[in-house]
């Protein structure tokens, strides 16, 4: 019965993520859903991206969290459309919060869209929110065994993020062999080395993104 009950959710989940989808292809909007553990460095990543983007296209941000808006205020100073989904306690964004949400949005004015869900390893997986590219954010500080203790993030993942890599000195962390696992898992997906301290590897993700978003672009027309 609850595996019933699950794939239901699951598909009635899918049939908005669609119209989600469908939505933002109507508007040119690229969509990135960007998940995490919590404190892995995805609002950093997102302000970097800002900063470095910001002349290329338009961007907006959909902040997921169970409760607060620190986030959606820390965006909200570097002046792009931000709006901010409590979820009330659930452990990841589904595609009814989304599409809720995307009413009170100003679409007419984004061309790169965010939407940092909530932080978790495991839900967020599960529930397609109509996004065109899903991207891990996954830091040194917590240690090389996530691809084995949650292998369905690092599976359905399109680009896979090493954040914090200014603190490699002083952790034991083997990122050739973090990698590989992330590989064996899921073959096709990108992997870059980042820090959003230094700067080191924003550049990458930045010609990623324009890439993705031209490569989208092509397939449309």
């Not at 970097?48 to 607060?68: A, L, N, P």
């Not at 004015?109 to 899903?134: Q, R, S, W, Y």
Request: proline share 4%; with cysteine; glycine share 6%.
């Amino acid at each position: 019965m609850e595996i019933k009950v699950l794939k239901d959710i699951l598909g009635v989940n899918e049939q908005l993520a669609e119209k989600n989808r469908q939505l933002f292809d109507s508007k040119g909007i690229f969509t990135v859903n960007l998940m995490s553990s919590p404190g892995a460095g995805k609002t950093s990543l997102i302000l970097q991206t800002i900063e470095k983007m910001r002349e290329k296209t338009k961007i907006g941000v959909i902040e997921g969290d169970v409760s607060s808006s620190l986030d959606a205020e820390a965006i909200a100073r570097e002046g792009v459309p931000v709006v901010q989904i409590n979820t009330g306690g659930e452990c990841h964004l589904d595609a009814n919060m989304l599409h809720q949400t995307l009413s009170k949005f100003p679409l007419q004015d984004i061309e790169l869209l965010f939407i940092e869900n909530v932080g978790n390893l495991i839900c967020p997986a599960e529930f397609t929110l109509g996004e065109h590219k899903k991207v891990l954010v996954a830091s040194v500080p917590e240690g090389e065994d996530k691809p084995y203790k949650y292998p369905l993030m690092f599976h359905t993942a399109d680009a896979v993020l090493i954040n914090k890599t200014d603190l490699l000195p002083y952790l034991k962390f083997d990122t050739e062999a973090f990698s590989r696992v992330i590989k064996e898992i899921n073959e096709k997906v990108e992997i870059l080395q980042i820090s959003c301290v230094t700067g080191q590897g924003i550049e990458q993700w930045a010609s990623w993104l324009l890439t993705q978003m031209s490569q989208r672009q092509g397939k449309k027309t």
